[in-house]
C-alpha cells in the first residue's frame, strides 16, 4: 500500500477480493454492471473560508491531502458512499437494523429488516432497491438468505450457499429481509467458544451503511 500522487489526476481501480473470487471462479459470475464513489479520506473540517488568500484557497488543505492507493479489502475501503439527495436536506440517511451486535447459539436463526430512517420522508422506511448484506467469513452460517426484491441481481445473489473459494469466504445477498442460520458445523470452532465475524448493511438507493459484529457460540449439549 502506498499513496497516490495528488499533483496529478489519477484514477486507480482494482478488483475487491470479492472480485477477484468471482472472476477467478470463470462462470460467468464476474460482472462489473455499476459503479459507486465514496470520500474515505476527506476531513471536510479543514475547508476554510477564513483563508486570508481568498476563496480560491478554502479548501487547499484538502486538495493538498494525501490520498492511499486502491486496495482489495472492500471491509476497509469506500465506507462512505456519495449519494444524491434532494436539494435542501438537513438530514442524512441512516440505518437502523434494531441490533448493535448479534450474537447466535449454533443452529439458531435471526430474520433482520433493515430501515432507513431520514430518507424519502417519515412515510417510508424501506429503500427501493433493496439493501446489501455482506458477511465477511460466510462459513459462520448455515443459512444467509434475502428476500423482498425480485431482480436478476438480487435473485443471482441470493442462492443460499456456503461454498468458499481458496481464503475468500465472504458472501453477498440482496433483499429488504436477510435470513441467518448460524453453522452446526462444531470443527470451525476448534478450541474456541466462539466464532466472530461482521455484517455490513448498505441502502442501495440512499448509501447509508452500518457495520455490526456477529458471534456464533459453540453449544455445550
Known amino acids: ?4 500522487n495528488n499533483s496529478v489526476i489519477t484514477v486507480d481501480a482494482i478488483l475487491t477480493t470479492k472480485g477477484r473470487e468471482l472472476l477467478a471462479a470463470n462462470d460467468g459470475s464476474f460482472r462489473i454492471t455499476q459503479f459507486a464513489l465514496a470520500d474515505d479520506e476527506i476531513d471536510y473540517t479543514l475547508y476554510n473560508p477564513s483563508h486570508p488568500s481568498g476563496s480560491q484557497f478554502y479548501g487547499e488543505a484538502i486538495d493538498g491531502m494525501p490520498l492511499l492507493e486502491a486496495f482489495p479489502d472492500e471491509s476497509q475501503i469506500m465506507k462512505y458512499k456519495l449519494a444524491t439527495l434532494p436539494r435542501g436536506t438537513a438530514k442524512l440517511p441512516v440505518l437502523n437494523i434494531g441490533y448493535d451486535a448479534v450474537t447466535l447459539q449454533q443452529g439458531a436463526t435471526l430474520a433482520i429488516t433493515p430501515q432507513t430512517l431520514n430518507y424519502l420522508g417519515n412515510d417510508q422506511v424501506f429503500e427501493t432497491s433493496g439493501y446489501s448484506c455482506t458477511i465477511a467469513d460466510v462459513r459462520l452460517l448455515n443459512t444467509f438468505e434475502a428476500t423482498g426484491i425480485n431482480t436478476v441481481a438480487s435473485t443471482t445473489s441470493n442462492v443460499n450457499s456456503t461454498t ?12 429488504t429481509q436477510v435470513t441467518l442460520r448460524s453453522t452446526t458445523v462444531n470443527t470451525l470452532f476448534g478450541a474456541n467458544a466462539t466464532l466472530i465475524s461482521t455484517l455490513t448493511f448498505t441502502g442501495l438507493d440512499s448509501g447509508a451503511r452500518i457495520t455490526i459484529p456477529i458471534t456464533i457460540t459453540k453449544s455445550t449439549t
Open 1 to 4: 500500500m502506498g499513496y497516490l
Open 164 to 175: 468458499t473459494l481458496g481464503t475468500n469466504v465472504s458472501s453477498t445477498i440482496t433483499g
